[in-house]
């Protein structure tokens, strides 16, 4: 059962199998924060009791704008991810971040196009 205020050190001697998705988060009791008056997702989430609370958005959406802790949020749904490549694959050009795979050896500048093989 969650505790009243946080802990100090861990209520439990061992770690649980499965991990929670994500912190849980306890709605405000009064309704009169205002948290929800510039969007629909925008939720009021207290910390340990009603003078500690701060606004916030549901799951899966996020704060675009207004985001301070003790204003309403103005709240989206967050963009999914899609279940493929949304550009030509392979790219024309290098990437701007590292493969998951390294060449043999450097090389002295990219290449024109990809090749078959590292080089």
């Known amino acids: 059962a969650p505790t009243e205020a946080p802990t100090e050190s861990p209520t439990t001697t061992?770690?649980?199998?499965?991990?929670?998705?994500?912190?849980?988060?306890?709605a405000c009791d009064s309704g009169s924060h205002g948290c929800d008056s510039l969007s629909e997702h925008g939720i009021c989430v207290k910390h340990w009791d009603e003078a500690h609370w701060?606004?916030?958005?549901?799951?899966?959406?996020?704060?675009?704008s207004n985001c301070g802790p003790q204003v309403p949020h103005d709240c989206?749904?967050?963009?999914?991810?899609?279940?493929?490549?949304?550009t030509e694959t392979p790219s024309t050009s290098p990437t701007d971040a590292p493969t998951d795979a390294p060449t043999d050896a450097p090389t002295?500048?990219?290449?024109?196009?990809?090749?078959?093989?590292?080089?």
């Open 108 to 119: 002295d500048a990219p290449t024109d196009a990809p090749t078959d093989a590292p080089t």
């Open 76 to 86: 989206q749904l967050t963009a999914a991810p899609t279940t493929t490549p949304t």
């Open 14 to 26: 061992t770690p649980t199998i499965t991990p929670t998705g994500a912190p849980t988060l306890h």
């Open 54 to 64: 701060e606004c916030s958005c549901n799951a899966g959406y996020e704060c675009v």
